[in-house]
């Protein structure tokens, strides 16, 4: 899932000067702070902005725009939470009612997420893939989604490609070291981007425009491969090491969860549903051992050519069984496409992933990635990673992320009223709740029946949950504990039958990000958690169909706050 870019725009954001406003009408002062704080930071991440469906502010064209990221753009968007904190500080939290104050707290913890990241951990100093990735998405977005004709599109995406040198010119100010991976992935990144830039973008530019976009592509594409000859030269003789340390790890962590549990806590949870999770596999596999039959499926993969059509092919027979099972209404919109990962992405989505449609523009394009296979790899290496994503981890994966996963939750988050609210809970959605459903959803299929009880399915399943306890392990350890990589590939493929491949590319995952990768396992838990106690107080009149809607249509919010609106 992509979350909001950590931008700066320079223009006027003029949101303080009414103060609280009139304390005469509570549900109105709140309904203006939410929407402040919204357009506020959309204004702040224009390239954010043009993916959520917001494209003028005060009449700013934000499609046009690029994030800032000079120092006094950094200064404007750290003032801007600043400010928004002591705002916050003057409400009246007596007089929300329940829904407000669980908005309220995604608020509260956004802003200080936003804060520990300008004042601690401070990846514009670090992660030059923040810009790399950053580029990608200002002009794939507007290329993709058709929110305008594609005369206009094509407009904004040359307008932000003469706003790429001067991108690239404050990620050089402003980077001080990078650790080798991080330089390493922004520069496979960024040739991503050159790509996406002289074929992919220039191939679709419409005939009339065509000279102009070839006057700022050749701009942008020195732009490019100068910031990559600086990752490489100069700033890969700058590292530093990418695990976050304790005492920054556990405040992002408790802002990124907000479920109330210590690193150490879900740590332990982890490491010890693993020995019973490995005993289930056991008990599920015999009388074959698990590694004997995780074989057997294994052989039965597509090829690279038939991986994608598979992909739809498996999509569409998950999406019937949904229908027939009537296990919650699916989602009225056709707006749901496969298609290949972007390349510029390719380095974090080593697999696939899911891009929701804009919550302002929920008619428009949703996206489920997936990434094709090289077909230059070495045959042992395509062969890795058939095996991890086989028939049935396909199956797993396309749950996950589309149907009833990923896809499915969001398109019940952009129905969601009032607008303000529908915006904070999806684009700064809790990510154990996001996570979490699409894994709960998993677990949930299987047990409603789908592939008539398939054993290869469950077993698939378990190596999944095997999966994410490792994941839940890596994170904390590898940040926290000093895990070398040698440990951790130990982890994976021989405590949790992962492939070469699948290690490999989670460990580098688990070098570029920090408090995501827990949350699968904390989510998983915590829906399950959320199905139980709602099965309790509901008795012989639950529904899980009900209980799928009525939890869904309270989108994003961390799963504690969830469980009190449920009652």
Same mark, same amino acid.
């Given at each position: 899932?992509?979350?909001?870019?950590?931008?700066?725009?320079?223009?006027?954001?003029?949101?303080?000067?009414?103060?609280?406003?009139?304390?005469?009408?509570?549900?109105?002062?709140?309904?203006?702070?939410?929407?402040?704080?919204?357009?506020?930071?959309?204004?702040?991440?224009?390239?954010?902005?043009?993916?959520?469906?917001?494209?003028?502010?005060?009449?700013?064209?934000?499609?046009?725009?690029?994030?800032?990221?000079?120092?006094?753009?950094? #200064?404007? *968007?750290?003032?801007?939470? &600043? $400010? =928004?904190?002591?705002?916050?500080?003057?409400?009246?939290? /007596? !007089?929300?009612?329940?829904?407000?104050?669980?908005?309220?707290?995604?608020?509260?913890?956004?802003?200080?997420?936003?804060?520990?990241?300008?004042?601690?951990?401070?990846?514009?100093?670090?992660?030059?893939?923040?810009?790399?990735?950053?580029?990608?998405?200002?002009?794939?977005?507007?290329?993709?989604?058709?929110?305008?004709?594609?005369?206009?599109?094509?407009?904004?995406?040359?307008?932000?490609?003469?706003?790429?040198?001067?991108?690239?010119?404050?990620?050089?100010?402003?980077?001080?070291?990078?650790?080798?991976?991080?330089?390493?992935?922004?520069?496979?990144?960024?040739?991503?981007?050159?790509?996406?830039?002289?074929?992919?973008?220039?191939?679709?530019?419409?005939?009339?425009?065509?000279?102009?976009?070839?006057?700022?592509? #050749?701009? *942008?594409?020195?732009?490019? &491969? $100068? =910031?990559?000859?600086?990752?490489?030269?100069?700033?890969? /003789? !700058?590292?530093?090491?990418?695990?976050?340390?304790?005492?920054?790890?556990?405040?992002?962590?408790?802002?990124?969860?907000?479920?109330?549990?210590?690193?150490?806590?879900?740590?332990?949870?982890?490491?010890?549903?693993?020995?019973?999770?490995?005993?289930?596999?056991?008990?599920?596999?015999?009388?074959?051992?698990?590694?004997?039959?995780?074989?057997?499926?294994?052989?039965?993969?597509?090829?690279?050519?038939?991986?994608?059509?598979?992909?739809?092919?498996?999509?569409?027979?998950?999406?019937?069984?949904?229908?027939?099972?009537?296990?919650?209404?699916?989602?009225?919109?056709?707006?749901?496409?496969?298609?290949?990962?972007?390349?510029?992405?390719?380095?974090?989505?080593?697999?696939?992933?899911?891009?929701?449609?804009?919550?302002?523009?929920?008619?428009?394009?949703?996206?489920?990635?997936?990434?094709?296979?090289?077909?230059?790899?070495?045959? /042992?290496?395509?062969?890795?990673?058939?095996?991890?994503?086989?028939?049935?981890?396909?199956?797993?994966?396309?749950?996950?992320?589309?149907?009833?996963?990923?896809?499915?939750?969001?398109?019940?988050?952009?129905?969601?009223?009032?607008?303000?609210?529908?915006?904070?809970?999806?684009?700064?959605?809790?990510?154990?709740?996001?996570?979490?459903?699409?894994?709960?959803?998993?677990?949930?299929?299987?047990?409603?029946?789908?592939?008539?009880?398939?054993?290869?399915?469950?077993?698939?399943?378990?190596?999944?949950?095997?999966?994410?306890?490792?994941?839940?392990?890596?994170?904390?350890?590898?940040?926290?504990?000093?895990?070398?990589?040698?440990?951790?590939?130990?982890?994976?493929?021989?405590?949790?039958?992962?492939?070469?491949?699948?290690?490999?590319?989670?460990?580098?995952?688990?070098?570029?990000?920090?408090?995501?990768?827990?949350?699968?396992?904390?989510?998983?838990?915590?829906?399950?958690?959320?199905?139980?106690?709602?099965?309790?107080?509901?008795?012989?009149?639950?529904?899980?169909?009900?209980?799928?809607?009525?939890?869904?249509?309270?989108?994003?919010?961390?799963?504690?706050?969830?469980?009190?609106?449920?009652?």
């Amino acid at each position: 899932m992509q979350r909001p870019a950590l931008g700066v725009l320079i223009v006027s954001v003029s949101l303080f000067s009414g103060g609280c406003g009139s304390r005469s009408n509570p549900a109105m002062d709140f309904e203006k702070l939410t929407q402040d704080f919204i357009y506020g930071t959309l204004a702040l991440s224009p390239v954010n902005a043009t993916a959520t469906g917001y494209h003028l502010h005060n009449g700013v064209p934000l499609d046009e725009l690029l994030d800032d990221y000079s120092s006094g753009g950094l #200064d404007q *968007a750290r003032n801007f939470y &600043r $400010d =928004f904190q002591m705002r916050v500080a003057a409400l009246d939290v /007596a !007089k929300l009612d329940k829904e407000q104050r669980v908005d309220l707290d995604i608020i509260k913890n956004n802003i200080e997420l936003a804060l520990l990241e300008f004042d601690s951990i401070q990846s514009y100093k670090h992660n030059p893939t923040v810009y790399v990735e950053l580029a990608g998405n200002a002009l794939f977005t507007p290329y993709m989604l058709n929110y305008a004709p594609i005369e206009k599109r094509f407009g904004h995406i040359i307008k932000r490609m003469e706003r790429l040198p001067a991108l690239f010119q404050q990620a050089k100010a402003n980077l001080v070291d990078a650790p080798e991976v991080w330089n390493r992935v922004a520069r496979e990144e960024n040739a991503g981007n050159l790509g996406l830039i002289d074929r992919t973008l220039r191939d679709a530019a419409p005939e009339a425009q065509k000279a102009a976009y070839a006057a700022a592509a #050749d701009k *942008a594409l020195a732009a490019v &491969r $100068d =910031f990559n000859a600086f990752l490489k030269i100069n700033l890969s /003789a !700058k590292t530093s090491d990418w695990r976050l340390g304790k005492e920054k790890y556990t405040r992002k962590f408790a802002l990124v969860l907000a479920s109330g549990r210590t690193p150490e806590d879900l740590l332990a949870a982890a490491e010890a549903d693993l020995k019973t999770v490995r005993v289930e596999m056991a008990k599920l596999a015999a009388p074959k051992t698990v590694e004997q039959a995780l074989d057997a499926i294994a052989r039965e993969h597509p090829t690279p050519d038939t991986f994608i059509p598979k992909a739809k092919e498996i999509l569409a027979q998950a999406t019937a069984f949904v229908k027939e099972k009537d296990l919650l209404t699916l989602p009225t919109r056709s707006n749901l496409q496969v298609i290949e990962t972007p390349e510029f992405l390719r380095g974090i989505y080593g697999v696939g992933g899911f891009n929701p449609a804009p919550p302002l523009e929920p008619q428009l394009g949703a996206y489920y990635w997936i990434t094709p296979i090289p077909k230059d790899w070495p045959p /042992a290496r395509i062969e890795s990673k058939l095996r991890e994503y086989n028939n049935y981890g396909l199956q797993e994966l396309t749950i996950h992320e589309a149907m009833p996963g990923h896809y499915v939750q969001f398109e019940y988050a952009n129905d969601v009223q009032p607008v303000p609210r529908r915006l904070l809970r999806t684009i700064f959605s809790n990510t154990p709740y996001v996570e979490g459903w699409a894994f709960y959803t998993q677990q949930m299929m299987s047990e409603a029946g789908y592939l008539d009880g398939s054993k290869a399915l469950w077993l698939t399943f378990y190596k999944q949950v095997l999966r994410a306890l490792a994941n839940t392990i890596l994170d904390v350890r590898l940040q926290t504990m000093g895990m070398t990589d040698q440990q951790a590939l130990d982890l994976m493929m021989k405590e949790t039958y992962q492939e070469k491949e699948e290690a490999t590319a989670k460990l580098q995952r688990a070098q570029l990000s920090s408090c995501q990768l827990p949350t699968y396992f904390a989510g998983w838990k915590g829906w399950l958690d959320l199905r139980e106690h709602y099965k309790q107080r509901k008795g012989s009149s639950y529904s899980l169909k009900e209980f799928h809607e009525r939890a869904l249509k309270e989108p994003g919010v961390p799963l504690p706050a969830l469980d009190a609106l449920l009652q």
